[in-house]
């Protein structure tokens, strides 16, 4: 890795608290652009003060010829962008050579989500498929329930709270408030917010903490994993494959569509918009607003389905 890109990402991670997600994605963008350029100079490292507009051009037309998709070329620009304010800052270069270069146009896709039966369906699968395990057994008792109950608490609570599965994963005892059902959630940017949770969610959890950790410390995560370290996503994802096909679902959906369900039922349900904001802890309100063209497509296929003069 470049210096000035180790320097970058180093003060992103540390100085402006950037999620993660976003350092691992804005670091894979350098070494890539990296490697590009290093197979174009004959293995040269980019002398980031002399590169002009044209180099970035040739980039992006390089691009191109990946067959990325729009958001893929954003993505790469903007960790470009974010890393030349860095240089400007750090007196490492005078001007930004990728300012003002032209990118396709973001495709706005309406995002998918469950209805309410296929929720419910999805959410009992957990505790379906371990009692076809106990009832299947020959010991007369069954496997431990404990990764049933879990999985289905963590299901509970991301629908219930709307959580980003990194969200749900990084959760701690004692940012969970049982007086008011709220959690604290330390969300993109470290940025907090405070979130109810269901009735059903808090009794799922309780069974799994009974089951499983009755005895547990505040700072511990809320859930933990086969090793008895944090779950992770990953882990999240692959048991949420096994339960959307027990539920006749698509098993390709992915955690966050939980999410998506969770905001679009809410604004079905006649939420406002600011409130559903606050509560996905989204930035800009025209991030919550792609969920208000779901439920008008929605009530367009009701009406043309049901009208007699559609």
């Given amino acids: ?153 963590v299901l509970e609570l991301i629908y219930s709270a709307g959580l980003r599965v990194s969200e749900v994963c990084s959760l701690r005892i004692d940012q969970i408030d049982p007086a008011s059902r709220t959690l604290r959630v330390v969300g993109k940017g470290r940025k907090e917010r405070v979130v109810p949770f269901g009735r059903p969610a808090w009794e799922a959890l309780e069974t799994y903490w009974r089951a499983a950790r009755p005895h547990r410390v505040p700072t511990e995560p809320v859930f933990l994993g086969p090793s008895q370290g944090p779950l992770k996503p990953s882990q999240v994802q692959g048991r949420l494959k096994r339960y959307l096909a027990i539920a006749g679902l698509d098993p390709a959906l992915s955690p966050h569509k939980l999410r998506h369900s969770f905001a679009t039922h809410l604004l079905e349900d006649g939420a406002d918009l600011r409130s559903v904001q606050e509560l996905l802890g989204h930035k800009n309100l025209q991030t919550t607003e792609v969920y208000t063209h779901v439920t008008i497509e929605r009530l367009k296929a009701v009406y043309a389905a049901s009208h007699p003069r559609a």
């Fill in 1 to 153: 890795m470049d210096r000035w890109a180790a320097d970058f990402l180093s003060d992103l991670a540390a100085v402006r608290v950037a999620s993660d997600h976003t350092v691992r994605n804005y670091r894979q963008a350098l070494e890539e652009f990296i490697r590009w350029h290093r197979e174009q100079a004959a293995g040269a490292e980019p002398a980031w003060d002399r590169l002009g507009r044209e180099d970035f051009r040739r980039y992006l037309r390089w691009l191109g010829r990946q067959g990325l998709g729009r958001a893929s070329v954003r993505l790469r620009l903007s960790a470009l962008r974010t890393f030349y304010r860095h240089l400007v800052r750090r007196k490492v270069v005078s001007g930004q050579p990728v300012r003002g270069l032209r990118v396709p146009k973001e495709q706005r896709r309406l995002p998918r989500f469950l209805t309410v039966p296929d929720m419910e369906r999805l959410l009992a699968a957990p505790l379906e498929e371990w009692r076809r395990c106990r009832e299947s057994a020959t010991d007369g008792r069954g496997p431990d329930p404990a990764g049933w109950l879990r999985d289905a608490a």
